[in-house]
């Protein structure tokens, strides 16, 4: 299995989860098999540029989405560079935080929580 699949596929597997969306749900919005989308979050499968397309389509997230956070070997090796951050937020908390959010239901609320979370980042 490749890091970089897997990164992709658990970047999927988060979002579908967050959007409350089944991979038999997402499998028939993209006209697939659910097992294809299972493979697609294992990393078993690599997903095309195609599929990525339609996936960050139907998640409303730009195709970007799904490498964030993917540090490959080479990129590591980077003279002069600083990759990653050994106090980022865990995808579970990312996908915890993601979902409270979702649930307030007010939109100044929500407005002002997206503001204060930029100040404070």
């Known amino acids: 299995m490749n890091k970089l699949d897997a990164h992709v596929g658990k970047r999927l597997r988060n979002q579908r989860t967050m959007r409350g969306l089944t991979q038999d749900a997402v499998a028939k919005m993209i006209g697939i098999s659910f097992q294809q989308v299972q493979k697609y979050e294992n990393g078993k499968n690599a997903l095309n540029a195609h599929r990525l397309y339609e996936l960050s389509h139907i998640m409303h997230v730009p195709i970007e989405y799904f490498f964030d ?53």
């Open 69 to 121: 956070g993917f540090i490959s070997d080479r990129a590591q090796m980077l003279p002069g560079k600083e990759f990653g951050n050994t106090s980022q937020v865990s995808d579970r908390e990312l996908l915890e935080i993601m979902k409270a959010f979702n649930r307030i239901k007010a939109p100044l609320v929500r407005k002002r929580l997206a503001d204060l979370m930029r100040t404070v980042g």
